[in-house]
């Protein structure tokens, strides 16, 4: 059975820092396109960033570009997004996606590209 696992998530004042994680298990890691994803309250789920099956591509939203960054440890089969510089505008719970798109250098941004997802884990940016 498939697992993604999100932690890391929390209360932070704006201008500060996160990492949040993500361990799959049930599926080999590297067969994964890995994004993340976030969701506010009343808006749909909008895309923040992916890395490529073999880490050598990364993809991130405009809002997020220069602030955020996603890495991927395949021995420890865990996914990361560190995030820098918070602003209020990046409350949202936060989720971490498995695309098994076959493609090695790839990234995708839609949601619907996605196979598998976590429960998702909060992020509160405070003013």
């Known amino acids: 059975q498939v697992q993604l696992v999100e932690s890391g998530g929390g209360l932070v004042q704006a201008g500060g820092s996160l990492r949040l994680s993500c361990v799959v298990t049930?599926?080999?890691?590297?067969?994964?396109?890995m994004g993340w994803f976030r969701q506010a309250p009343g808006k749909e789920r909008e895309f923040v960033g992916g890395?490529?099956?073999?880490?050598?591509?990364?993809d991130y939203a405009d809002s997020v570009k220069g602030r955020f960054t996603i890495s991927r440890d395949v021995s420890k089969k865990t996914v990361y997004l560190q995030m820098y510089r918070l602003t209020p505008q990046d409350t949202a719970v936060y989720y971490c996606?498995?695309?098994?798109?076959?493609?090695?250098?790839?990234?995708?941004?839609?949601?619907?590209?996605?196979?598998?997802w976590g429960q998702g884990t909060q992020v509160t940016v405070s003013s």
């Open positions: 996606a498995g695309d098994r798109l076959p493609y090695p250098g790839l990234v995708r941004r839609t949601t619907s590209a996605y196979d598998d």
């Open positions: 049930g599926r080999t890691f590297s067969s994964y396109v």
């Open positions: 890395i490529s099956r073999d880490g050598g591509n990364t």
